[in-house]
Each structure stands twice: as structure tokens, then as C-alpha cells.
T-cell receptor, first 115, second 114 residues
Framework: GAVVSQHPSRVICKSGTSVKIECRSLDFQATTMFWYRQFPKKSLMLMATSNEGSKATYEQGVEKDKFLINHASLTLSTLTVTSAHPEDSSFYICSALTGGKNIQYFGAGTRLSVL | KQEVTQIPAALSVPEGENLVLNCSFT??????LQWFRQDPGKGLTSLLLIQSSQREQTSGRLNASLDKSSGRSTLYIAASQPGDSATYLC?????????????FGTGTRLQVFP
């Protein structure tokens, strides 16, 4: 089946630093990728929809300048958490959408801990 | 606005039992519905995908049904095993005029003990 690779799987950083998370579709081209945030024991919350070659569409309440999304190619989208603070600590999951059957495949997630 | 709810929120059963997990959604105009499994601290694994025109899908011990008109789906797990312990999420795509977004349910945390 289709594979989505997300890196890193875990990152610990100091408050005020920026962190970049990569999401790659390994065996298919994904014109659309999604970024989700998940709080402990909660469901996934969609943060933004990333379309290759255009600006990302953010969900209501998600700060564009805080969570920078770049989808520069058909196989790579990145999420940069800028000037991270402890409240940004969370589990971030990316997903890539295949054409045709509209199936989404998910990355393994990134655990971000901001000290 | 589409809302997806799952009942029960948590379930603990002995090995061997047959289980039913429930998912309901407020807007019946969906494109498809997916059931996922998530192990602690991990990403999501797709279990079953049901298109809006379908009534059910089966994979091994798993059977998912869809009643679009009533806004309900069920995931049936036969002969549960400890390895089935995980959180199960249902998600709907749609409504039909906006098929890009998956809206997730609240999840059911399942524990199967030996």
C-alpha cells in the first residue's frame, strides 16, 4: 500500500526555537496533503490543507504565521512550528491524499515537546 | 458543519468476544467513510473504506457497515484478540461538494484482555 513517511518521529526543543517536520509520499504523487494535531486521548484536529504549488488553507483558529506550511513538490510537504512554546507541545500527524479513490494515508506522527 | 461522534468512548472486554463500535455523523451527504486504528503514540492505519454508494466492507475479522441516510456506521470485530487493543477512529469525507477533508470522530479506546 501507499506509504507516507514523516520525520522526525520525536523532537524536543527549547522554547523560542523553530521546528520543521517533513512529510513525504514515498510511492505516489500527492497534490494534497493535510496536517493534523492530536492532543492526548483526543481525536485528530485538522490544522491545514496543503496543495502543491499554492498556499495552504488553514482551519479556523490555526495561526498561519505560527504554523508555516510549504508544499513545494508533489511528494513533500513541511510544517514549521515557529518560535515554539510549551503549549505547542503535541502530536502532529501528516497525511497525503491519493487521486482517484480519495484515500488518505497517514504518517507515523511527530511528538513535539517544547521545554 | 459535519460532526462525527463515536460510542462508546472506551471499551474493555475479554478475549474472544464479538464487538460493535458505533459511529454517527450529522450530515448524511458524505463521499466516503473510513475506519482507522491508532496504536498509542503512533500514526493511523486504515482498516476499511466504504464509499457512499456501498453498504458494507469486510476485511478478515472486521466488518464495517454504512447507513448513510441515518448517519451511522458500525465496525464489527469478530473474536477479539489482545492484539486488537488500540483506539479506533471513524472519519467521513464530505459533504459531497467538498470532498477533500476528513472529519474524525472522537474515537473508541478498546482494550482486549486475555
Amino acid at each position: 500500500g501507499a506509504v507516507v513517511s514523516q520525520h522526525p518521529s520525536r523532537v524536543i526543543c527549547k522554547s523560542g526555537t523553530s521546528v520543521k517536520i517533513e512529510c513525504r509520499s514515498l510511492d505516489f504523487q500527492a497534490t494534497t496533503m493535510f496536517w493534523y494535531r492530536q492532543f492526548p486521548k483526543k481525536s485528530l484536529m485538522l490544522m491545514a490543507t496543503s496543495n502543491e504549488g499554492s498556499k495552504a488553507t488553514y482551519e479556523q483558529g490555526v495561526e498561519k504565521d505560527k504554523f508555516l506550511i510549504n508544499h513545494a513538490s508533489l511528494t513533500l510537504s513541511t510544517l514549521t512550528v515557529t518560535s515554539a512554546h510549551p503549549e505547542d507541545s503535541s502530536f502532529y500527524i501528516c497525511s497525503a491524499l491519493t487521486g482517484g479513490k480519495n484515500i488518505q494515508y497517514f504518517g507515523a506522527g511527530t511528538r513535539l515537546s517544547v521545554l | 458543519k459535519q460532526e462525527v461522534t463515536q460510542i462508546p468512548a472506551a471499551l474493555s472486554v475479554p478475549e474472544g468476544e464479538n464487538l460493535v463500535l458505533n459511529c454517527s455523523f450529522t450530515d448524511s451527504a458524505i463521499y466516503n467513510l473510513q475506519w482507522f486504528r491508532q496504536d498509542p503514540g503512533k500514526g493511523l492505519t486504515s482498516l476499511l473504506l466504504i464509499q457512499s454508494s456501498q453498504r458494507e466492507q469486510t476485511s478478515g475479522r472486521l466488518n464495517a457497515s454504512l447507513d448513510k441516510s441515518s448517519g451511522r456506521s458500525t465496525l464489527y470485530i469478530a473474536a477479539s484478540q489482545p492484539g486488537d487493543s488500540a483506539t479506533y477512529l471513524c472519519a467521513v469525507r464530505g459533504p459531497t461538494y467538498n470532498t477533500d477533508k476528513l472529519i474524525f470522530g472522537t474515537g473508541t479506546r478498546l482494550q482486549v484482555f486475555p
